[in-house]
Nanobody
Framework: QVQLVESGGGLVQPGGSLRLSCAAS????????MGWYRQVPGKQREMVAGITADDTTNYADAVKGRFTISRDNAKNTVYLQMNSLKAEDTAVYYCNAHYRDALWGQGTQVTVSS
């Protein structure tokens, strides 16, 4: 069964950190480009960070220098380390896997608030 399961979201104060995880099953994980997207109500889903099969990474300008994406092919898992969080980072974060088709997880809520 093809599945992406996110975890690690929650409530954090501004300036704090969270690490999101996305565990994949049912796919040949190592060949997929993996990514994290986020969405707030009333807005389009936007790309946050991506990592290719050869570990090339890219980031949205809004998160450069604060977020780090990484992958562990042995664990079929992609991570998003989020530091120096801001209120505007509040969103539902979605994991994405792309090869020929795009696969999505169910999302995990991240709320940055004091």
């Amino acid at each position: 069964q093809v599945q992406l399961v996110e975890s690690g979201g929650g409530l954090v104060q501004p300036g704090g950190s969270l690490r999101l995880s996305c565990a994949a099953s049912g796919i040949l994980f190592r060949i997929f480009t993996m990514g994290w997207y986020r969405q707030v109500p009333g807005k389009q889903r936007e790309m946050v960070a991506g990592i290719t099969a050869d570990d090339t990474t890219n980031y949205a300008d809004a998160v450069k220098g604060r977020f780090t994406i990484s992958r562990d092919n042995a664990k079929n898992t992609v991570y998003l380390q989020m530091n120096s969080l801001k209120a505007e980072d509040t969103a539902v974060y979605y994991c994405n896997a792309h090869y020929r088709d795009a696969l999505w997880g169910q999302g995990t809520q991240v709320t940055v608030s004091s």
